[in-house]
C-alpha cells in the first residue's frame, strides 16, 4: 500500500535560516513525488516533483527537495528562508504505473519568524 | 494563472440532506478530481474523471456519492444523505492529463463543509 508520512505537524525557523520540511514514503512501484503548498485562502499550488533523474529537483520560489531511495525520503528544504514561505506543505507520492491518484501526508506547517 | 474555482466556499447542512459542491476546472484541462481533508488528517482521494465517467475511485466514494460534468464547464459532487462524517474540506482538482503522464494537479481554493 502507498503511503507517506510528514513527521512534524509543525517547522519553526528564523527568516534567513535554511528550512527543512520532512516526507518519507511507501510505494510498492516506481514512486512519483511531489510537494503541494497551501496559502491561506488558497487551493494547494504544486511546487516541485520527482519523476526520474537528478535526485535534486527545483521548484517554484526557491524550494528544491533531494530524493533518496535507500532511505525512502523526500525532503523540501530551501537555503533561505522567506517570513512570505509561512504556509501548509504538502508531501505527495503517486505509484506510477498502477494509479492516477496521489497520496497525500498530513501536511506540515511551516513558520518563518522574522 | 488560470485558477480551479469552487462554490460555495462553506457550506453548513443537516444530516440527511442531499448537497453538491461546485468546481469550475480550467478550460483546457481533460482530467478531473475530488479530493477531501478531514480536520487533522491526511487529505484523501475520493475520484477521477475523465471523457465523462470515473476512471477511479476509493472505498470512500460509495453509492452516497455521485460527481458530473452537467454542462462542459462545471464538475460537481454530490453527496444523496449527508453523514456527520462527511464534514471535511473538499478540493476538486484539474489537470490537462491523466493517467500516467499525469504530472501536476491544479487544485481549487477548497468547499468546507460542515454536516450538523
Known amino acids: 500500500a502507498q503511503s507517506v508520512a510528514q513527521p512534524e505537524d509543525q517547522v519553526n525557523v528564523a527568516e534567513g535560516n535554511p528550512l527543512t520540511v520532512k516526507c518519507t514514503y511507501s510505494?510498492?512501484?516506481?514512486?512519483?513525488l511531489f510537494w503541494y503548498v497551501q496559502y491561506p485562502n488558497r487551493g494547494l499550488q504544486f511546487l516541485l516533483k520527482y519523476i526520474t533523474g537528478d535526485n535534486l529537483v527545483k521548484g517554484s520560489y526557491g524550494f528544491e527537495a533531494e530524493f533518496n531511495k535507500s532511505q525512502t525520503s523526500f525532503h523540501l528544504k530551501k537555503p533561505s528562508a522567506l517570513v512570505s514561505d509561512s504556509a501548509l506543505y504538502f508531501c505527495a507520492v503517486r505509484d506510477f504505473y498502477n494509479t492516477d491518484k496521489l497520496i497525500f501526508g498530513t501536511g506540515t506547517r511551516l513558520q518563518v519568524f522574522p | 494563472e488560470p485558477e480551479v474555482t469552487q462554490t460555495p466556499s462553506h457550506q453548513v447542512t443537516q444530516m440527511g440532506q442531499e448537497v453538491i459542491l461546485r468546481c469550475v476546472p480550467i478550460s483546457n484541462h481533460l482530467y478531473f478530481y475530488w479530493y477531501r481533508q478531514i480536520l487533522g488528517q491526511k487529505v484523501e482521494f475520493l475520484v477521477s474523471?475523465?471523457?465523462?465517467?470515473?476512471?477511479?475511485k476509493s472505498e470512500i466514494f460509495d453509492d452516497q456519492f455521485s460527481v458530473e460534468r452537467p454542462d462542459g464547464s462545471n464538475f460537481t459532487l454530490k453527496i444523496r444523505s449527508t453523514k456527520l462524517e462527511d464534514s471535511a474540506m473538499y478540493f476538486c482538482?484539474?489537470?490537462?492529463?491523466?493517467?500516467?503522464?499525469?504530472?501536476?494537479?491544479?487544485f481549487g481554493s477548497g468547499t468546507q463543509l460542515s454536516v450538523l
Open positions: 510505494v510498492s512501484g516506481n514512486p512519483y
Open positions: 482538482a484539474s489537470s490537462p492529463d491523466g493517467g500516467t503522464t499525469n504530472e501536476k494537479l491544479f
Open positions: 474523471f475523465y471523457n465523462n465517467e470515473i476512471s477511479e
